[in-house]
C-alpha cells in the first residue's frame, strides 16, 4: 500500500476519481461490462519508470535486461528511467505528461511507486498508467483475474486501457485502499526497518505491526456517508478500491 503518513489527521474527505489504467484485455473481475478505451492510436512511447530499490533492489538490472531482450527489434519507441527518489518518481512523471504527446507510464516497482506515478499523471489524458510488479508489496495488482499478465512486457505493451475509480484524501489519489488509524501507523512504520539487512516486505510488515501496537492506538473518525454521520474513536478505518492490502490481506 502506499507509504503515505494518514495517522495524524483526525478527517479524511474521499472522493472519487478517474484514471485510465493499461491492463491486458479481459484481465479485471468483470472487466467484460467495464468500457475499454484503446489509446494506441498515433505516436504511443512507452516509458519504464523503475525504482531502484524495489523488490530489495534486486530487480533493476534484470528488469532492464528483459525489457531491452521484449522489445529489442519491434516497432516500440520506448524509454528506461530509473528514479532517484520518491518526489523524483511523481515529478518524472508529471515532467512526462507534459512533454509527451502520448505516452503509457509504467509502474515498475510496488504499490508505492505505482502511488507516486498515479499522483504525477492524474488530470492528463494523453497518458495511461501501467504496473510492472516488481516491489516488495503489489496488492494492487491482486484485484486482477491474472495478476501474472502484469509481468509479461509483450501483454502489457500490446494491452489495451480500462478506466479506475481513484479515492481522494486531501491532495493524495489513491488507487486500491486507504486507511486512517493502525493500519496507517503500520504502513508508515515500516519505514523503519528498511535498512535492516535480510529483511523482506512481509518480515517488515509484521515487525511493523508490534512497533505500532505498543504505541497509542485509537483515532478520532468522522464518517459522512449521505444518509449518516458516524462519529467516535477507532482503531482502523478503511476506505476500499480494491480487496487487498498489506501484503496480501483480504479486506
Known sequence: MPETDFSAQSEQTTQIYDLVLVAHPEQSEGSADKPMTCRHGGAMRHIFIINPIAGNGKLQEKLIKTIDLELEGKEIDYEVYVTKSKEDTRSFARRKCQ?????V???CGGDGTLHEIINGAFGYKNVSVGVIPVGSGNDFIKNFTNPAYFSDIN???EGKSLELD???ANDEYVASVLNIGLDADV????N???????????TRY?????????GKLGKQIEVTTDKDVIKGTFLIGVVAN??????GYKC
Open 155 to 157: 501483454l502489457q505493451t
Open 187 to 190: 504502513a508508515f512504520n515500516m
Open 242 to 247: 480494491g480487496q487487498y492490502y498489506g501484503g
Open 105 to 107: 507510464l509504467y509502474s
Open 192 to 202: 523503519k526497518f528498511k535498512k535492516i539487512p535480510f529483511i523482506n516486505g512481509p
Open 206 to 214: 509484521y515487525l511493523s505491526i508490534f512497533y505500532s501496537l505498543a
Open 166 to 168: 481513484l479515492l481522494k
Open 99 to 103: 512533454e509527451e504527446k502520448s505516452a
